[in-house]
């Protein structure tokens, strides 16, 4: 196929994309919680702190630099405004996104799969939402897609060229997030396992040439971060991963639940792999799984799949042990810390439907000629993408966040009902800032019981029922008020209530709260 059938094939992917993810930003009735940290780092980079952005701050920068450069192209001081250009950084990348897809496809299994990776990337409602909503992850795997691509072309043929621009995509990809480290590690690991298959192994001055650069040039792309920061993160799962900090409590606030008194270190591990597999199969889907099985045992594909086989494995494996590591220690799993894990898979799926509609075609209309079965195949494979459609379809289509937009409606309410200077204690933060109010969220928890000047309480019914140590503390504080605005009114299937409560008087002095633990990385 030439070049320019590969251009029109990538532009329409690109469109179809941009409308996709334009129609889930346009349709959010909240961002997702982490966008609050991300839309505060950038409007600290946007008022020039790069200190409080940079070095201190929780999130690497890449992706709230790409928010206070939207932003400054857009304009707008309001809460809808950041999060608008939060947004528009998110869809841009997602949209990008696609070029790098279609690339990593076409390295490992041709042409066929190249383009229904990318349809079937889409097709899974995860996606979308992630790359719509006010999150890091459409950034990071632009880059870690692109240094894939990268590597796998390395590996092709051993030109420094790519190895060179692998190492600097796995550079952005690691000043978005901690996890693009990942990319040269494994890199690394494959040239040290290539020693032992001569088969697959570079000449060695290739192979010294590779090792060299991967020593000395992460140093050089990372290290004055790395000595900005005190460490390769400053995330607190990331400390606890690599064991250089201790586990969540039992009642940590990141955890999905209360961890069991007593449990043992095998039901721990368990509970880890459960999570996990629920994880991959919610960012991945069974079908898509079941057709990544498939593409094993297909042929074709473009040469030394040996290297590249080696690599991506090392890569699956590497995350899916972290995936269970992190659910270990933070005693949490959600389907978009499985992306890593699907895009690659997803891609072999691509390949595996391939592989059973050439199976197909070829058993069915054996003495046809190539164009009857091509069109055989071309029906088959948008029988196949019409299913998905229709099976996913309402999920691919659905707002993001729809549970919470209480906390949004509550936000345009205080700051059309209380001065500019008002607290709120809001554990979840929407409703501040979306209202605009200074206050406390978890980790203040334990001023806010003890501050006279609050104003405010905000919070949906989970919080004042659960069993979690902050909704002991919240209840202290809300006491026996009732709620001076619910929103909805009434309750809804599906939908968090959230109430305001006002405050006035002194708070009572009640026991010291323990320090609760940052919000989940």
């Known amino acids: 196929m030439s070049l320019q059938h590969h251009l029109l094939r990538i532009g329409l992917l690109m469109s179809a994309v941009a409308v996709l993810l334009i129609w889930l930003a346009s349709r959010t009735e909240v961002m997702f919680a982490d966008g609050l940290r991300y839309v505060a780092q950038a409007q600290a980079i946007d008022q020039g702190s790069w200190s409080e952005a940079v070095a201190r701050a929780v999130d690497h920068p890449a992706y709230p630099v790409s928010i206070a450069a939207v932003h400054r192209l857009s304009g707008g001081n309001s809460p809808i405004a950041w999060q608008a250009a939060a947004q528009a950084a998110s869809v841009i990348a997602g949209v990008l996104l696609v070029v790098p897809l279609y690339l990593f496809a076409l390295e490992l299994y041709g042409t066929p799969a190249a383009w229904l990776a990318c349809l ?11 790359l719509a909503d006010v999150l890091a992850e459409g950034t990071f795997l632009l880059f870690w897609m692109t240094g894939c691509w990268t590597a796998l072309r390395f590996l092709r043929d051993g030109r420094t060229v790519w190895l060179v621009a692998t190492i600097v995509f796995a550079g952005l990809a690691y000043m978005t997030r901690p996890e693009g480290l990942l990319l040269p590690l494994a890199l690394a690991g494959t040239l040290g396992l290539m020693v032992c298959r001569p088969a697959s192994r570079f000449s060695w001055p290739v192979w010294r040439r590779a090792v060299l650069l991967l020593i000395a040039s992460p140093l050089l792309v990372a290290g004055p971060f ?12 990331v400390a606890r991963l690599l064991g250089l900090a201790a586990r969540s409590p039992a009642m940590a606030v990141e955890r999905e639940r209360p961890l069991d008194p007593g449990q043992s270190p ?8 459960r999570a996990v597999a629920r994880a991959v199969l919610g960012a991945v889907s069974s079908p898509l799984l079941v057709l990544a099985i498939v593409s094993l045992f297909a042929g074709g594909g473009n040469t030394h799949r040996g290297r590249k086989g080696l690599f991506l494995a ?11 590591r992190l659910h270990v220690t933070g005693g949490y799993c959600t389907p978009r810390h499985a992306l890593i894990f699907a895009l690659p898979v997803i891609a072999a799926a691509a390949q595996g439907l391939n592989f059973l509609v050439d199976r197909c075609t070829a058993r069915f209309l054996a003495g046809a ?8 195949s071309g029906a088959l494979i948008g029988i196949c993408l019409v299913a998905g459609t229709v099976l996913h379809g309402r999920d691919l289509i659905a707002p993001i966040n729809p549970g919470f937009r209480g906390y949004r409606q509550a936000g345009e309410w205080l700051a059309a009902h209380s001065p500019r200077d008002a607290r709120v204690l809001d554990l979840k933060g929407w409703a501040a800032f979306y209202g605009e109010r200074a206050g406390y969220t978890f980790e203040e928890l334990g001023q806010a019981e003890h501050d006279p000047g609050l104003s405010w309480i905000v919070a949906h019914d989970a919080l004042l029922i659960g069993p979690w140590y902050y909704c002991a503390a919240l209840r202290r504080v809300v006491g026996d008020r009732s709620p001076v605005k619910s929103f909805p009114a ?3 299937p599906g939908i968090a209530q959230v109430h305001i409560f006002e405050v006035s008087g002194k708070l009572a002095r009640t026991g010291s709260t323990p320090a609760p633990d940052s919000r989940r990385q």
Do not use: M
Request: aromatic share 6%; hydrophobic share 55%; glycine share 10%.
């Open 369 to 376: 000629n190539a164009h009857r079965r091509a069109l055989l």
């Open 266 to 273: 095998l039901t721990t591990y368990v509970v880890a792999g």
């Open 226 to 237: 790395v000595a900005l920061k005190g460490g390769i993160a400053t995330k607190p799962a």
């Open 490 to 492: 009434e309750r809804r």
């Open 314 to 324: 090392l890569i699956l494996i590497g995350w899916l042990l972290a995936l269970v």
């Open 120 to 130: 079937l990337t889409f097709l899974v409602p995860l996606t979308g939402h992630v």
